[in-house]
T-cell receptor, first 115, second 112 residues
Framework: NAGVTQTPKFQVLKTGQSMTLQCAQD?????MSWYRQDPGMGLRLIHY???????DQGEVPNGYNVSRSTTEDFPLRLLSAAPSQTSVYFC??????????????FGQGTRLTVV | GNSVTQMEGPVTLSEEAFLTINCTYT??????LFWYVQYPGEGLQLLLK?????DKGSNKGFEATYRKETTSFHLEKGSVQVSDSAVYFC???????????FGAGTRLAVHP
């Protein structure tokens, strides 16, 4: 079972560069989300999607764009990287928003450094 | 808004010691509560959950009880092992916000 696959695992960017973090899941989950993990701050929600064609902002959306053209894929785009975006990024998916089924499955993370 | 507060770490224990990691929450309505665990170099994985007051979630020797009167969901284990060394996250899901909200995480280090 592949689960949630994130690529790349590591990335170094220069300030102002753009890039896309990829996320794919093979569980036919409707709900997908992106978090960033910073020391002492837990995981903060960047963007989420409740289905193909539908996205919404989380707690810290500035500097990031998302789209959801298929159920499987939910890429995260950094348009102009800044050092404040240095973080570990996690993609997660879950079957639905029903509280009885909201186990979230996480990818292994992408460690991004912006210099 | 909804939030989760965890005890600060790191927590350092000897093998076979008793573990408690405190978690309290603020939320409207009746959220579902979760503990996730993150082993070194990996993503988070669900450890246990409880979806209503007085429910007890349990898995791998860990337990947590949903206490609405104290808005708490403390994680306990009677005898920890070195392999339990990880970061533990308390989280809540409130359907009205469509978000899984995490605490800051508590790092546990267990020594032989």
């Amino acid at each position: 079972n592949a689960g949630v696959t994130q690529t790349p695992k590591f990335q170094v960017l220069k300030t102002g560069q753009s890039m896309t973090l990829q996320c794919a899941q093979d569980m036919n989950h409707e709900y997908m989300s992106w978090y960033r993990q910073d020391p002492g701050m837990g995981l903060r929600l960047i963007h989420y999607s409740v289905g193909a064609g539908i996205t919404d902002q989380g707690e810290v959306p500035n500097g990031y764009n998302v789209s959801r053209s298929t159920t499987e894929d939910f890429p995260l785009r950094l348009l102009s990287a800044a050092p404040s975006q240095t973080s570990v990024y996690f993609c997660a998916s879950s079957y639905s928003l029903d509280t009885q089924n909201t186990e979230a499955f996480f990818g292994q993370g992408t460690r991004l450094t912006v210099v | 808004g909804n939030s989760v507060t965890q005890m600060e770490g790191p927590v350092t224990l000897s093998e076979e010691a008793f573990l408690t990691i405190n978690c309290t929450y603020t939320a409207t309505g009746y959220p579902s509560l979760f503990w996730y665990v993150q082993y070194p170099g990996e993503g988070l994985q669900l450890l246990l959950k409880a979806t209503k007051a007085d429910d007890k979630g349990s898995n791998k020797g860990f337990e947590a009880t949903y206490r609405k009167e104290t808005t708490s969901f403390h994680l306990e284990k009677g005898s920890v092992q070195v392999s339990d060394s990880a970061v533990y996250f308390c989280a809540l899901f409130s359907g009205g916000y469509n978000k899984l909200i995490f605490g800051a995480g508590t790092r546990l280090a267990v020594h032989p």
